[in-house]
């Protein structure tokens, strides 16, 4: 189909084909005629769409817009407030988080120095009672326990001898 | 949508003078009267889009609205190198787009279905109480009914790309430029909604009420 023909299918959305338009169409066609359902479907379609009327605007539209338009020194002057809002309380508000976090962190620090610290505690108690544990229990043997537990191994030689004799 | 609208305002426009870019370039220098005449001009191809893309008579006219409040504010970003109408169309559709965004969020609102109040039935404007009574305004009007269903019932690019055809000043290279697609795209993206367009009004086609716009003699299809 020739590119001129193209174009008059789509532009007969637009427009209305000029007398000269039509007579090359019908020209074309007497060549085609097994086109022209096809180009008198398209050319229908445009001529409805062409004469499709627009929706109504409302009397008012245009004055609505230019007292809107006289109307954003308000606007402005609502955003700008809050603007100024923000920037008076976002720096004080960014300062109290970031404590809040600092604070959270230390406190977090604390809490597990503090748990690893009972942790190590019972490990300790727990080998000083494994210790002990191969010895027969008697109430007496007990009795200087913790006397004995504080005493400084480096300062207290080892009886190797007296070992000896009680294993 | 800022950066698409600095986009069109940096296009080219060729040498053809636009007399309408001139108004806003006044109303950009704070001009009111430039302006208004610019509403003026375009308050109905603009409420025609937003109205068929909305389907929502009272809210197309608000979005329609603030499509030239829009524009006024983006005044400062406006170049005088892009065509007002491409402009002020691509304003026109980013603003419908969000507002079908904000209803596919919100489905309370339907997306598709006609507002409360409207019948489907296309306004037609100044309607003559006279001409609507004969028989043939009456099969017009039942044919405008049908064009409006079969439209509405289009992809919103297709839909838009039709629309925007209707307006003679918009070559292919601005439609294309208001859809973010290519020349080629924008003709196949025509293409599909007019062979769509037939599909649904293929009983008014076949009928033959309806009004001809060409005698074509030795038709082989009787029928239309």
């Given at each position: 189909?020739?590119?001129?023909?193209?174009?008059?299918?789509?532009?007969?959305?637009?427009?209305?084909?000029?007398?000269?338009?039509?007579?090359?169409l019908?020209?074309?066609?007497?060549?085609?005629?097994?086109?022209?359902?096809?180009?008198?479907?398209?050319?229908?379609?445009?001529?409805?769409?062409r004469?499709?009327?627009?929706?109504?605007?409302?009397?008012?539209?245009?004055?609505?817009?230019?007292?809107?338009?006289?109307?954003?020194?308000?606007?402005?002057?609502?955003?700008?407030?809050?603007?100024?809002?923000?920037?008076?309380?976002?720096?004080?508000?960014?300062?109290?988080?970031?404590?809040?976090?600092?604070?959270?962190?230390?406190?977090?620090?604390?809490?597990?120095?503090?748990?690893?610290?009972?942790?190590?505690?019972?490990?300790?108690?727990?080998r000083?009672?494994?210790?002990?544990?191969?010895?027969?229990?008697?109430?007496?043997?007990?009795?200087?326990?913790?006397?004995?537990?504080?005493?400084?191994?480096?300062?207290?030689?080892?009886?190797e001898?007296?070992?000896?004799?009680?294993? | 949508?800022?950066?698409?609208?600095?986009?069109?305002?940096?296009?080219?426009?060729?040498?053809?003078?636009?007399p309408?870019?001139?108004?806003?370039?006044?109303?950009?220098?704070?001009?009111?009267?430039?302006?208004?005449?610019?509403?003026?001009?375009?308050?109905?191809?603009?409420v025609?889009?937003?109205?068929?893309?909305?389907?929502?008579?009272?809210?197309?006219?608000?979005?329609?609205?603030?499509?030239?409040?829009?524009?006024?504010?983006s005044?400062?970003?406006?170049?005088p190198?892009?065509?007002?109408a491409?402009w002020?169309?691509?304003?026109?559709?980013?603003?419908?787009?969000?507002?079908?965004?904000?209803?596919?969020?919100?489905?309370?609102?339907?997306?598709?279905?006609?507002?409360?109040?409207?019948?489907?039935?296309?306004?037609?404007?100044?309607?003559?109480?006279?001409?609507?009574?004969?028989?043939?305004?009456?099969?017009?009007?039942?044919?405008?009914?049908?064009?409006?269903l079969?439209?509405?019932?289009?992809?919103?690019?297709?839909?838009?790309?039709?629309?925007?055809?209707?307006?003679?000043?918009?070559?292919?290279?601005?439609?294309?430029q208001?859809?973010?697609?290519?020349?080629?795209?924008?003709?196949?993206?025509?293409?599909?909604a007019?062979?769509?367009?037939?599909?649904?009004?293929?009983?008014?086609?076949?009928?033959?009420?309806?009004?001809?716009?060409?005698?074509?003699?030795?038709?082989?299809?009787?029928?239309?």
């Amino acid at each position: 189909m020739p590119g001129h023909l193209e174009a008059l299918r789509d532009d007969s959305l637009r427009r209305a084909p000029s007398a000269e338009e039509i007579r090359r169409l019908e020209s074309w066609l007497a060549g085609h005629p097994e086109q022209r359902a096809q180009w008198e479907s398209d050319l229908q379609v445009g001529q409805w769409l062409r004469e499709l009327p627009d929706p109504p605007v409302s009397p008012g539209f245009v004055p609505k817009i230019m007292a809107a338009l006289d109307r954003p020194s308000a606007a402005g002057s609502r955003r700008l407030d809050l603007l100024s809002f923000w920037r008076l309380w976002l720096p004080p508000l960014r300062w109290a988080a970031a404590s809040a976090a600092a604070a959270i962190l230390l406190a977090s620090a604390a809490f597990i120095g503090y748990r690893h610290h009972q942790s190590q505690t019972r490990v300790e108690i727990a080998r000083s009672v494994a210790q002990i544990s191969d010895f027969p229990l008697s109430l007496d043997l007990l009795s200087d326990f913790d006397v004995i537990r504080r005493l400084d191994p480096a300062a207290v030689p080892v009886d190797e001898e007296l070992l000896a004799a009680l294993q | 949508m800022r950066q698409r609208l600095a986009g069109v305002g940096l296009a080219t426009m060729g040498s053809v003078p636009d007399p309408d870019a001139e108004l806003m370039l006044r109303a950009k220098r704070g001009d009111r009267a430039a302006f208004t005449l610019l509403v003026e001009k375009y308050q109905q191809p603009i409420v025609s889009l937003v109205r068929r893309t909305l389907r929502d008579p009272d809210e197309a006219e608000d979005i329609a609205q603030n499509v030239f409040l829009q524009a006024f504010k983006s005044a400062g970003r406006y170049r005088p190198t892009a065509r007002f109408a491409t402009w002020l169309y691509t304003i026109a559709r980013n603003l419908c787009l969000n507002e079908l965004r904000r209803r596919a969020r919100h489905p309370a609102d339907p997306l598709d279905s006609a507002a409360p109040g409207d019948t489907g039935r296309p306004e037609v404007q100044n309607p003559d109480p006279h001409a609507l009574l004969a028989p043939q305004a009456l099969l017009r009007r039942e044919l405008d009914a049908a064009i409006e269903l079969a439209l509405a019932g289009l992809p919103e690019i297709q839909r838009s790309a039709l629309l925007l055809l209707r307006d003679r000043q918009l070559p292919y290279e601005d439609i294309a430029q208001i859809l973010d697609t290519t020349v080629p795209a924008t003709k196949s993206l025509i293409h599909r909604a007019r062979e769509t367009l037939k599909q649904q009004l293929k009983p008014y086609l076949r009928s033959g009420d309806w009004p001809r716009p060409i005698r074509l003699p030795d038709s082989t299809n009787p029928q239309l």
